[in-house]
């Protein structure tokens, strides 16, 4: 079974809004990271925030972690055509060493 | 540097037969870990290799398998091919083992339809 469950399962935008994907997970974790997959390529790491980390930034992203609430959200603001793609968080339990994706969180921005 | 390669990139296999699928890590990276993605179980942990000891097992047959040799680079081998093996196969690299500790970077993708 997966770990980690995104909401909205799918979202549409218009270029220059912000788009917000959140993550709920069901066990205690070292980290969590996300990241996005452009039409069944490969992923590309977006960015990791470990359990004593409650936010973190990386250019137009900030991620947030709620370890009480088990969830965590990513925030892509001013978003652009290209940021259209698959975005999954995947979460590593703390008794596992393995990473364990979410269902994924489509976006589709529009020009 | 260059990134993680996979090859092939696309592959068609007929039930029961056995495919083998080749993953170039970043160089330097010592972990590769395997993962399959299919439209009904999302992606899913295979297993992962560090120094070529398997380190890490996911919940799959003993039809898949994997190996690593001396520079890294590594093969996963699927035998006695069902329609259900058809999915996109996607290998990531990192530097250290524990797959989940580590940013892992992927490659592409082998994409296996199995007729």
């Known amino acids: 079974s997966q770990q980690g469950e995104e909401d909205p399962q799918a979202l549409s935008i218009q270029e220059g809004e912000n788009a917000t994907m959140n993550c709920s997970y069901k066990t205690s974790i070292n980290n969590l990271q996300w990241y996005r997959q452009n039409s069944g390529r490969g992923l590309v790491h977006l960015i990791l925030?470990?359990?004593?980390?409650r936010e973190k930034h990386s250019g137009r992203l900030r991620v947030t972690l709620d370890t009480s609430k088990k969830s965590s959200s990513l925030l892509i603001t001013a978003s652009r055509a290209a940021d259209t793609a698959s975005y999954f968080c995947?979460?590593?339990?703390?008794?596992?060493?393995?990473?364990?994706f979410g269902t994924g969180t489509r976006l589709q921005v529009f020009p | 540097k260059a990134g993680v390669t996979q090859t092939p990139r696309y592959l068609i296999k007929t039930r029961g037969q056995q495919v083998t699928l080749s993953c170039s890590p970043i160089s330097g990276h010592r972990s590769v870990s395997w993962y399959q993605q299919t439209p009904g179980q999302g992606l899913q942990f295979l297993f992962e290799y560090f120094s070529e000891t398997q380190r890490n097992k996911g919940n799959f047959p003993g039809r898949f398998s994997g190996r690593q040799f001396s520079n890294s680079r590594s093969e996963m081998n699927v035998s006695t091919l069902e329609l259900g093996d058809s999915a996109l196969y996607l290998c990531a690299s990192s530097t250290q083992w524990g797959a989940a500790t580590d940013t892992q970077y992927f490659g592409p993708g082998t994409r296996l339809t199995v007729l």
């Open positions: 995947a979460t590593a339990p703390h008794n596992t060493d393995k990473l364990i």
């Open positions: 925030i470990r359990s004593n980390e």
